[in-house]
């Protein structure tokens, strides 16, 4: 399929800021420098991969954009200095400025090395090319050589118009025979104080890793899995912060995709979560949540937002998807990320990042967690979105170990 989905429409307006701006970042460290030879590999093997791709507006109304490839890439960006490992997460939150998924480019390589003789690749692209999963997928391809299938070509604009409005004339009048419910009420405002000089980032990361069967055994104890484990994690980190309501909701993200394919190929789930909750109960919720996904209110077809103009779809979705906290479990990465070429990694991520966010236009979203594991790792990478809640990276760090050591676990910092 080479036509943009709803939910790559949706990137691609927050993009163009009409909404929360969203790249998606991989992360590799190794023990000693890698060699530039073998990442100028890497990225050339990226630049003719599957992100290597823009957005190409139809000239039908009503028929979905296309992506259009493209071999034209950000330079490979090397820094000339070694960098603190201390300093890391800001480096890496500074890798995601000046991607376009509709001009392109829409990623962007980058590495670093670090003064304790190790270094840092980072692979970011825009949220509207790829979700997490994805971009796994094209770095492990990328690293491997081996291409991933091409898109298909599709239908004329002209004959994707026509099916986008039947479907949604027909899924219209459908909804309006059997009576809208009553608009669910919106969610509350963020109230956000900051002191009127404050220039500071909108938000803050940690990273952090913890041994697989240490977390495995916590999460059996508590009669739970490991994803109701990280939500609980999660939730009580908030809490901890200072969230003052008894009751929170969480966003979980749910990988779709039958076949391995660079896009956003995902949905969305929600539950509310009480301070009553455990792991366990936890574990019912989201089984639950997993067979009721996220859908446009009262039937009405989610392609509407597809055939209306950028700033009416905007305004009909403005924040879906967005609840109190983000949990992201992307899952088992593959095991051939565990080494760049011949250099082994100490630690593997993937999360998302919020290019260009200031602190004065913050979503509704206050804490996101992603989790990820590759062979006996978990690595836990966390965005706080509140910088009244949380003023420092540090700070986040601190309570990650807080609320880790309140379940048992012990986690070492990237």
């Not at 509407?304 to 949990?327: F, N, S, T, Y």
């Not at 809640?389 to 880790?404: C, N, Q």
Request: proline share 8%.
């Amino acid at each position: 399929m080479n036509r943009l989905s709803v939910v790559d429409e949706m990137f691609l307006r927050a993009h163009r800021g009409m909404g929360t701006p969203i790249a998606l970042q991989g992360l590799w460290r190794t023990a000693d420098p890698v060699d530039t030879e073998l990442v100028e590999r890497i990225h050339e093997a990226l630049r003719v991969g599957p992100l290597g791709r823009r957005v190409l507006r139809a000239r039908v109304p009503g028929a979905r954009p296309r992506w259009q490839q493209t071999a034209w890439a950000h330079p490979l960006r090397i820094s000339e200095q070694p960098i603190p490992a201390a300093a890391l997460p800001d480096w890496a939150d500074a890798q995601g400025g000046d991607l376009d998924p509709a001009l392109g480019p829409g990623w962007r390589l980058s590495a670093t090395a670090l003064l304790d003789g190790g270094s840092v690749l980072s692979l970011t692209c825009s949220h509207a090319l790829a979700d997490g999963r994805a971009l796994t997928l094209a770095i492990d391809h990328a690293l491997a050589g081996t291409p991933l299938a091409a898109p298909t070509a599709g239908q004329s604009d002209w004959a994707d118009a026509r099916r986008q409005w039947a479907t949604v004339l027909g899924g219209t009048a459908r909804a309006l025979r059997r009576g809208l419910p009553a608009r669910p009420a919106p969610a509350t405002e963020r109230n956000v104080v900051l002191a009127a000089d404050y220039t500071g980032p909108a938000t803050r990361s940690a990273i952090l890793q913890v041994p697989a069967r240490e977390w495995n055994r916590v999460a059996v104890a508590h009669d739970g899995t490991a994803n109701s484990l990280f939500v609980h994690l999660i939730a009580n980190m908030l809490w901890d912060s200072g969230f003052p309501s008894p009751t929170l909701a969480a966003s979980l993200p749910v990988d779709t995709r039958d076949e391995p394919r660079v896009d956003n190929d995902m949905a969305m789930t929600e539950i509310a979560i009480t301070r009553a909750d455990t792991p366990s109960t936890l574990r019912r919720k989201a089984r639950a949540a997993y067979e009721h996904r996220m859908t446009s209110p009262g039937g009405i077809p989610e392609e509407l937002l597809q055939v209306l103009p950028d700033r009416w779809a905007h305004a009909l979705a403005k924040g879906a998807g967005e609840r109190d906290i983000l949990c992201s479990n992307i899952g088992t990465l593959p095991d051939s990320l565990l080494s760049l070429g011949p250099h082994p990694c100490t630690g593997v991520a993937a999360r998302a990042i919020h290019p260009g966010l200031r602190a004065d236009t913050l979503p509704r979203t206050r804490l996101s967690g992603y989790l990820t594991r590759i062979a006996d790792t978990y690595t836990l990478s966390l965005v706080s979105l509140d910088p009244e809640a949380i003023p420092t990276a540090a700070a986040l760090t601190g309570l990650a170990h807080k609320s880790l050591a309140e379940l048992g676990l012990d986690a070492t910092n990237w």
